[in-house]
């Protein structure tokens, strides 16, 4: 059953019309030549302002947007469980699980491949800041091996309403995916989003790299053994997040994010190189023709990260599957 929100504009309301008055801002500007230089270390600090601009939860004292304040603070309280904090949705007020996580996997493969880059833009701080606020939110909602609350709030209810989060008054349900309501995107992608996350903080903080990997191992086994689609579970999910890949992507792209966090550690897990290679023709990894790389498609990241493994003391057939 949908709820009802509690508030109603009309297409006159400045939500609506605001991006109409953004377009013709846009194209008031003159085209400026491709030769013009740009200051990319600034995109990057706005960029990195933009993620403290949507957090949602208590903000910490150094937070430097200071037009926002705390919200969402009685966040999973309806439910019995902490899902204070996370990040907001574009420029609503919902929480949804499987965009965020794909997110906070991107930000941190981003530091990976370019932390000279990002430390040399003074910027490396605020950039782990953004992922550990994006993985703390994923620890909380992990609240059992086979448990991840996967979103607050309600699209439906929320988009209609013109609100700041700090005095937003729609619906903030959270929602669950479990052993009987399987969801295996969200899963296998927040599973890659703590792989990657304890790859960034494996030397400055190697407890919390332990913990975020604990968390993937866990989350990677779940989605993997109980297969369901993302958008066939969570009410109202299909109208803002519908999954058009399904979930095989995502379960390759976990297990070769958690494979490049595990390659180089003695552990007892599965081998996920192993579960890369038997799965990549059938789960569409070398088969699917490859159009574009979204929170929804993950195919080409699978590709691009498999072409950049080392081929050094792998078999022929594993050489060409790469």
């Known amino acids: 059953m949908r709820e009802k929100s509690e508030c109603n ?52 004292h150094n937070q430097r947007v200071r037009w926002r304040h705390h919200s969402g603070l009685t966040d999973g309280l309806e439910q019995g469980v902490d899902l204070v904090g996370g990040y907001y949705d574009a420029g609503d007020n919902v929480k949804f699980g499987l965009p965020m996580a794909y997110t906070i996997t991107l930000l941190s493969w981003s530091v990976i491949e370019f932390e000279d880059e990002i430390s040399a833009a003074g910027e490396y701080d605020h950039a782990l800041e953004a992922i550990k606020w994006g993985t703390g939110f994923f620890i909380k909602a992990h609240t059992h091996p086979h448990v991840l609350w ?62 975020l990997l604990e968390h993937a191992h866990q989350l990677f086994e779940f989605g993997d053994k109980y297969r369901g689609k993302y958008d066939e579970s969570i009410e109202g999910v299909k109208g803002y997040y519908l999954s058009t890949s399904g979930y095989k992507d995502e379960l390759l792209w976990g297990s070769i994010w958690l494979y490049k966090a595990t390659d180089d550690i003695n552990n007892n897990y599965n081998n996920y190189f192993n579960y890369l290679i038997e ?32 081929t050094e003391g792998k078999t022929k057939e594993e050489k060409q599957t790469l």
């Open 279 to 310: 799965n990549e023709e059938a789960f569409g990894g070398t088969t699917w023709a490859i159009t574009e790389f979204s929170w929804d498609v993950k195919y080409a990241g699978v590709q691009l990260l498999a072409a950049m493994l080392p």
């Open 9 to 60: 504009y009309s297409s006159s309301h400045p939500k609506h019309f605001i991006p109409r008055i953004l377009i013709l801002a846009l194209l008031a500007f003159p085209i400026f030549p491709f030769s013009q230089s740009f200051d990319y270390g600034d995109a990057l600090s706005k960029s990195l302002l933009y993620f403290e601009a949507q957090r949602s939860g208590r903000l910490p």
């Open 150 to 211: 996967a979103q607050v709030g309600n699209g439906d209810t929320d988009h209609p309403c013109w609100q700041r989060p700090e005095d937003m008054t729609t619906s903030r349900r959270a929602y669950r995916v479990d052993e009987k309501n399987p969801r295996t995107e969200v899963a296998a992608e927040t599973a890659a989003a703590m792989a990657a996350a304890s790859i960034v903080f494996r030397k400055t903080k190697p407890q919390y790299s332990e913990l």
